[in-house]
């Protein structure tokens, strides 16, 4: 079984893109509104008064936005509903004593049925402020509220709920900005420090003889679902990091100066010695969820087409590639695998908002029906690899654009 989704885990940010700008605040609005609301006697006398926007602050603490998990309502159905989580937004007087530059802004969003009041949201990283004022015991809170790792937020999601799915997004945004103004501390031109500007969405140089521009970065990162098209066959690999028995595409960043596809190839060819020709876009996810001196990877996916088959893998980037047949492949993607993980994964969120133990693992949940483990299984459909590798299985080999036939 296919899943598809409306967007990428990730995409589709409600505060971002042609349906937020209909209600949207200027960035020096919004950052006038906040700074009202966290002070009011710092308001501009000389200037008009004014009702400050709505504002909304989603704190951070570690990389770990601050969630809600409400227990399920009661049903007959078995097994019961599993527990949904949303972004637990606070109000900007929950959020004392932090700097207003510290915020980053994030959008706005029509508040109410009739879409005409506009809320701002916020982001800001409290980690520093851990031994100060309380908003949230990091264990779970009175409100049922904690800070939780984004990839078990990412795990956890129902991917039918467009809610859920645009709160992981907006957490995704905010989680890439926040670590990137935690790395990008000093301009890269003269040293001198660097000061948010544009409500966080930009900084700048503060010396006055440079103030260069700095903006947030972007990784590109290609990821391919090599072919083997004579032989109905997908490459697939392991790295160590991986759970048990998990397989997915090929990986890499790209490099100054090479196109993506000449990434695709140089990649495949340099960790598993497969030649490549030719090589056809799938789509792209924006992924949060990489290491933190890499706050805003972007996963640019591909089909790539083997003209070798013979594998040599670079056992310093893999632990290990191979060639699995369609039919494998089928079984890898059982729905019912990637649900339960889901389903499992919300009951953890749900236990550590309540203050509760930990839960189980993901590599725990992904058994087969007889409880044995499931031999081999991808990456879910919160990841692009999933929609790669289940685009090919289910939906067979894309058509190529002569364009690229020559390749």
């Known amino acids: 079984m296919a899943i598809h989704l409306r967007a990428h885990a990730f995409a589709s940010n409600p505060l971002r893109g042609v349906s937020a700008s209909t209600t949207a605040i200027s960035p020096s609005a919004a950052a006038e509104s906040l700074r009202t609301l966290l002070d009011p006697a710092s308001a501009d006398a000389a200037s008009p008064p004014h009702q400050p926007h709505l504002s909304k602050i989603l704190p951070f603490r570690r990389g770990r936005p601050l969630a809600r998990s409400p227990d399920p309502p009661a049903a007959a159905a078995s097994p019961p509903a599993a527990?949904?989580?949303?972004?637990?937004?606070?109000?900007?007087?929950?959020?004392?004593?932090?700097?207003?530059?510290?915020?980053?802004?994030?959008?706005?969003?029509?508040?109410?049925?009739?879409?005409?009041?506009?809320?701002?949201?916020?982001?800001?990283?409290?980690?520093?402020?851990?031994?100060?004022?309380?908003?949230?015991?990091?264990?779970?809170?009175?409100?049922?509220?904690?800070?939780?790792?984004?990839?078990?937020?990412?795990?956890?999601?129902?991917?039918?709920?467009?809610?859920?799915?645009g709160d992981l997004a907006i957490a995704g945004h905010a989680r890439a900005l926040l670590e990137w103004h935690s790395t990008a501390k000093f301009c890269g031109a003269c040293g001198a420090k660097a000061v948010p500007t544009e409500a966080g969405r930009r900084k700048q140089c503060s010396n006055e003889a440079c103030k260069k521009r700095i903006y947030p970065r972007?990784?590109?990162?290609?990821?391919?679902?090599?072919?083997?098209?004579?032989?109905?066959?997908?490459?697939?690999?392991?790295?160590?990091?991986?759970?048990?028995?998990?397989?997915?595409?090929?990986?890499?960043?790209?490099?100054?100066?090479?196109?993506?596809?000449?990434?695709?190839?140089?990649?495949?060819?340099?960790?598993?010695?497969?030649?490549?020709?030719?090589?056809?876009?799938?789509?792209?996810?924006?992924?949060?969820?990489?290491?933190?001196?890499?706050?805003?990877?972007?996963?640019?996916?591909?089909?790539?087409?083997?003209?070798?088959?013979?594998?040599?893998?670079?056992?310093?980037?893999?632990?290990?590639?191979?060639?699995?047949s369609r039919e494998d492949i089928k079984k890898a993607l059982t729905f019912a695998e990637y649900e339960k993980a889901q389903r499992t994964n919300a009951l953890k969120v749900n236990q550590i908002c309540k203050g509760a133990g930990k839960g189980q693992s993901l590599s725990d949940d992904l058994k087969v029906g007889n409880d044995q483990p499931a031999p081999m299984f991808v990456p879910g459909p919160f990841a692009i690899a999933h929609h790669l590798i289940s685009s090919w299985a289910f939906e067979g080999t894309p058509k190529l654009p002569s364009s690229f036939s020559n390749l």
């Not at 802004?105 to 004022?133: I, R, T």
């Not at 972007?218 to 048990?244: G, H, T, W």
């Not at 960790?271 to 789509?283: D, M, N, P, R």
């Open 218 to 324: 972007v990784d590109p990162v290609v990821i391919m679902l090599v072919i083997d098209k004579e032989n109905d066959r997908a490459l697939l690999s392991r790295q160590s990091r991986f759970v048990p028995r998990m397989w997915s595409c090929l990986a890499g960043f790209l490099e100054p100066g090479e196109s993506l596809e000449e990434a695709v190839r140089r990649e495949t060819w340099e960790e598993t010695g497969i030649e490549v020709g030719q090589v056809i876009y799938h789509s792209s996810q924006p992924w949060p969820v990489g290491p933190n001196t890499m706050p805003c990877q972007l996963m640019v996916g591909f089909f790539a087409y083997a003209k070798s088959l013979e594998i040599h893998v670079d056992k310093q980037e893999l632990e290990d590639a191979q060639w699995h």
């Open 83 to 165: 527990p949904a989580w949303r972004l637990a937004w606070l109000p900007p007087s929950r959020v004392p004593g932090v700097a207003p530059d510290a915020f980053v802004f994030l959008g706005a969003h029509a508040e109410g049925g009739d879409g005409k009041e506009a809320a701002a949201y916020w982001a800001v990283d409290v980690s520093e402020g851990e031994e100060g004022p309380r908003i949230d015991g990091g264990s779970g809170d009175e409100d049922g509220s904690a800070f939780v790792d984004l990839r078990t937020l990412m795990v956890a999601t129902d991917w039918s709920d467009k809610d859920a799915m």
